[in-house]
């Protein structure tokens, strides 16, 4: 039989439903805009605020000047004025320009330093908050909503995070202009006046639709630019490198990626027939407003008298006029859908704490004390979940006590340990420190019992001893050392071109070293080591290793943390049996518990269990099996 291709899995089309009603923003414009003028303060950046106001007043300015220098010199002309005050005239107002524009453009390449830096706090809280909130937080699916949402609003220059300062000055720009150029009318009949105010009213109802087409349109370009971006990274992603050439995946992605680029061009071809449409009703209706305009002042200047340079001057300020009146519709309308943006970054930085995190009693924790850790009738449901991971667990990890935790995958082992770690709180039950609910204690005091190493871990852009040390100050090297020896890494590391010196992580650094998977669980142990916590939690980091190098890493990691309280999860039952103590674990709760002798000798379910995993390494059994 043909084997059918691996497909690589893609974004899925969410069917059309009824669209709802998006939630109310928690804070509103204007908390919001008070709230960015006081990071301002916060961040000593109080020259971006100060900034805006003058890009303000120079733009109106510079817009009085235009409006002002023809009617201006055209009335010095129609006046006879002698040459030299013509002269004097224009270069007054050639001057004032170019003053007015060397001053904008020094702001405007000033300016926008500071708003970087401000945009970059932004960036900086909230990735504090990701790295110190409850670790449940980060398993909210509204968390994780606005989390994402929040760092689009600060992923680029043109984002509301950065955005808001410029859109703010245009608001304080346009409402000030309208004053301006409202008491400058004020010797126009009201009803001029209205119909400049009713046209551009108009302009601003009928063009608002069309001209919002991206914003309303935007999930569906943001679906179509995340397809089209999806394609991109697995094609050049390393490690689909294999399947695409194995599979001939290459004609299916690149039909894909054909398929997202038309669907991008269709986006594009409607939202440029809106616009178009958008310029035909605004250029009816400046030819409407214009036409009245422009008849009014002819009367004026045949039946009263007014002169070419005042006629030239008001027929100048009604087109302007609506200028200012359709920057405060459409400012204020930025603003608004900038300050949602904000007001979901604020909803994260405050979003709500289930743990001690900043607060709670402190915990001061030393290497060589010792602890007892016990859940008492504890249960776990994850959000949304049917039923319980765990159920009435009942558990103590006696000091020094080396425990294993065994069972097969579902089991909750995983889950059980970062309840005993505090990673998680129990549905029902506690988890005690010592007697203590863990709940009362600083969280962050807390997690310095544990030196563990999980199943998912990270390497970070940095060099080897910045991983092992989890930090790039003072790093005791000859610690790192110890601890990369004791990790049976030390080989490794000093035939490398640098040493502990090397970068690790190739997407950052492209003259990184790539360790193998057992070359980086090892690594993740020196890290343990170095931390040197009382308690050492190992949730299966050795599953790249053969069984024999598991079973002899483990062994060897026994003998270094003698003496400490020691969690171990394996589901290679043979590597934990130096334990003093094995639990099995199935459907959430704990059906046997002993040492790896009592539990064979019993002849149930761990040595059923043990006996189905070891004849595969036994040398005898057959070729087949």
């Not at 599979?247 to 038309?262: T, V």
Request: hydrophobic share 40%; net charge neutral; glycine share 4%.
């Amino acid at each position: 039989m043909k084997k059918e291709p691996k497909k690589v899995s893609e974004p899925q089309e969410s069917k059309p439903s009824k669209k709802e009603k998006p939630p109310k923003p928690k804070f509103n414009m204007w908390q919001n805009a008070w709230w960015m003028l006081k990071l301002s303060w916060a961040e000593k950046e109080k020259k971006v605020p100060i900034l805006c106001i003058l890009s303000a007043a120079l733009a109106i300015s510079s817009n009085l000047t235009g409006l002002f220098i023809t009617p201006v010199i055209l009335g010095t002309v129609e006046s006879h004025a002698p040459l030299h005050t013509m002269l004097l005239t224009i270069l007054g107002f050639v001057g004032l320009n170019l003053l007015i524009n060397t001053l904008s453009s020094y702001i405007n390449a000033n300016e926008i330093y500071g708003k970087i830096t401000l945009r970059s706090a932004i960036i900086s809280r909230l990735n504090t908050k990701a790295c110190i909130t409850s670790y449940p937080n980060l398993n909210q699916k509204d968390f994780q909503e606005l989390m994402k949402k929040a760092n689009d609003a600060t992923s680029s220059n043109n984002r509301s995070s950065e955005a808001i300062w410029y859109t703010m000055q245009r608001v304080l720009q346009n409402m000030t202009g309208f004053i301006i150029y409202l008491f400058l009318m004020s010797a126009l009949p009201p009803a001029l006046i209205a119909v400049v105010l009713l046209t551009s009213l108009l302009n601003y109802i009928i063009s608002m639709p069309l001209n919002n087409y991206s914003y309303r349109h935007k999930e569906e370009l943001s679906k179509i630019l995340n397809r089209l971006g999806y394609i991109q990274d697995v094609s050049r992603d390393h490690t689909m490198a294999k399947d695409i050439r194995l599979f001939g995946l290459r004609p299916w992605l690149q039909e894909l990626q054909e398929k997202a680029i038309k669907a991008h061009l269709a986006y594009l071809m409607r939202e440029q027939n809106v616009l178009i449409w958008s310029g035909i009703a605004d250029l009816i209706l400046a030819f409407l407003r214009n036409g009245i305009a422009y008849a009014y002042l002819i009367g004026l200047v045949l039946n009263d008298g007014i002169s070419i340079s005042m006629f030239l001057l008001y027929f100048s300020a009604t087109g302007n006029f609506n200028g200012w009146v359709s920057g405060i519709l459409n400012s204020l309308l930025t603003m608004h859908r900038q300050s949602v943006d904000i007001s979901i970054i604020r909803e994260v930085l405050d979003y709500s704490e289930p743990f001690h995190i900043m607060d709670g009693e402190p915990l001061r924790v030393a290497p060589d004390c010792h602890y007892e850790l016990r859940l008492e009738h504890v249960s776990f449901r994850y959000p949304e979940a049917e039923k319980d991971t765990l159920t009435d667990i009942d558990l103590t990890l006696h000091p020094g006590e080396k425990l294993a935790i065994v069972g097969l995958n579902g089991a909750g082992k995983t889950t059980l340990v970062k309840l005993l770690c505090g990673l998680l709180d129990p549905t029902k039950g506690r988890v005690l420190l010592d007697g203590r609910d863990i709940r009362e204690y600083n969280r962050r005091d807390y997690y310095k019992l544990f030196s563990a190493v999980f199943q998912n871990f990270s390497l970070l852009p940095s060099t080897i001893a910045a991983n092992v040390a989890q930090t790039e100050e003072n790093i005791d090297m000859k610690r790192v050392s110890e601890c990369v020896e004791k990790a049976s890494l030390t080989e490794k590391i000093e035939s490398l071109p640098d040493g502990y010196e090397n970068k690790l992580n190739r997407e950052i650094h492209l003259d990184a070293v790539m360790l193998s998977g057992g070359e980086t669980q090892r690594l993740m142990l020196a890290r343990a080591l170095y931390k040197n916590g009382p308690v050492v939690v190992l949730d299966e980091p050795t599953a790249a290793l053969d069984p024999i190098a598991e079973s002899d890493l483990y062994q060897k990691y026994s003998e270094m943390t003698r003496g400490r309280s020691s969690v171990y999860i394996s589901h290679r039952l043979a590597s934990t049996r130096f334990c003093d103590r094995i639990i099995l674990i199935s459907d959430g709760r704990i059906i046997e518990e002993g040492t790896h002798e009592t539990l064979l000798q019993k002849g149930a379910a761990y040595a059923e269990l043990f006996e189905v995993q070891s004849r595969y390494y036994r040398e005898e059994a057959p070729a087949n099996v």
